[in-house]
T-cell receptor, first 116, second 110 residues
Framework: EAQVTQNPRYLITVTGKKLTVTCSQN?????MSWYRQDPGLGLRQIYY???????DKGDVPEGYKVSRKEKRNFPLILESPSPNQTSLYFC???????????????FGEGSRLTVL | SQQGEEDPQALSIQEGENATMNCSYK?????LQWYRQNSGRGLVHLIL?????REKHSGRLRVTLDTSKKSSSLLITASRAADTASYFC??????????FGAGTRLTVKP
């Protein structure tokens, strides 16, 4: 089954404790992206990647890191989480540049993160 | 930010009625898409309309695009309780990435 898998789905952590949210897709997609969703603000892009070893900042990259060492994985790293990073996070993937024209992004089920 | 803005923020209708949601954006786009999100779940792609298209249909969905007004509308006909969800428009511009709006929360009452 074609899917985007995120882990963990729920996490409560404390300020400053490094954490990683994993994202994996099994569709051989070149394009992957991370979004955060906050009430009234919709989805805001954090980082995206057009292919292996190619990553770019989105609208709200501060406080986050990503890496793309393999095509299927795109982990989101919070080196020193703060309470303002409490949010619902989504990973998405699409078939390379074609995603800009076909538009079909595939989303994971989300990771709800709370930073105390 | 270049993201689209949906209007209204929330919409409540009776089953069987039509639901119309609007999206406005600020710069020239390559295409515009609509996504659906059930509460707390991932987004699901509904339909894409390219900048040179004016109208598209998919089942009970009808999307229009007016590039002169920089706006799009999503019409859901004969709505059902199962259509209750949030709907987002996403714009692609400068052959770059996609940006999402804040969404319209649709409630369809049985």
């Amino acid at each position: 089954e074609a899917q985007v898998t995120q882990n963990p789905r729920y996490l409560i952590t404390v300020t400053g404790k490094k954490l990683t949210v994993t994202c994996s897709q099994n569709m051989n997609h070149e394009y992957m992206s991370w979004y955060r969703q906050d009430p009234g603000l919709g989805l805001r892009q954090i980082y995206y990647s057009m292919n292996v070893e190619v990553t770019d900042k989105g609208d709200v990259p501060e406080g986050y890191k990503v890496s793309r060492k393999e095509k299927r994985n795109f982990p989101l790293i919070l080196e020193s989480p703060s309470p303002n990073q409490t949010s619902l996070y989504f990973c998405a993937s699409g078939p390379g540049l074609a995603v800009l024209y076909t538009g079909e992004l595939f989303f994971g089920e989300g990771s709800r993160l709370t930073v105390l | 930010s270049q993201q689209g803005e949906e209007d209204p923020q929330a919409l409540s209708i009776q089953e069987g009625e039509n639901a119309t949601m609007n999206c406005s954006y600020k710069t020239s786009i390559n295409n515009l898409q609509w996504y659906r999100q059930n509460s707390g779940r991932g987004l699901v792609h509904l339909i894409l309309i390219r900048s040179n298209e004016r109208e598209k249909h998919s089942g009970r969905l009808r999307v229009t695009l007016d590039t002169s007004k920089k706006s799009s509308s999503l019409l859901i006909t004969a709505s059902r309780a199962a259509d209750t969800a949030s709907y987002f428009c996403a714009t692609t511009y400068n052959n770059n990435d996609m940006r999402f709006g804040a969404g319209t929360r649709l409630t369809v009452k049985p």
